[in-house]
Nanobody
Framework: VQLVESGGGLVQAGGSLRLSCAAS????????MGWYRQAPGKQRELVAS????????NYADSVKGRFTISRDNAKNTVYLQMNSLKPEDTAVYYC????????WGQGTQVTVSS
């Protein structure tokens, strides 16, 4: 399994970023996928998930209304559009199946300055 996240960066509060995650080594189209994040000194948490066909999404309360998860099964890619970013969104962001596999990618760093 290989999960490659990209799209992170440094942004001011109120700004936007779009993260991408390319997956290989799994049958992507049958897996529910999720975006997770881990802030310094905190446990990794699930922030958004999407059903295999993309029709059902769920979000953590902390990001609801600001983040949007989507997927392209033809490209084996899942996305996270992040708007109205806050300093507390600063973390390393990872994708994985929802009900994560033990293999994690390197993640992508998101830093939101106040």
């Amino acid at each position: 399994v290989q999960l490659v996240e990209s799209g992170g960066g440094l942004v001011q509060a109120g700004g936007s970023l779009r993260l991408s995650c390319a997956a290989s080594g799994i049958v992507f189209s049958i897996n529910r996928m999720g975006w997770y994040r881990q802030a310094p000194g905190k446990q990794r948490e699930l922030v958004a998930s999407i059903s295999s066909g993309g029709g059902t999404t769920n979000y953590a309360d902390s990001v609801k209304g600001r983040f949007t998860i989507s997927r392209d099964n033809a490209k084996n890619t899942v996305y996270l559009q992040m708007n109205s970013l806050k300093p507390e969104d600063t973390a390393v962001y990872y994708c994985n199946t929802n009900g994560p596999l033990p293999d994690w990618g390197q993640g992508t760093q998101v830093t939101v300055s106040s």
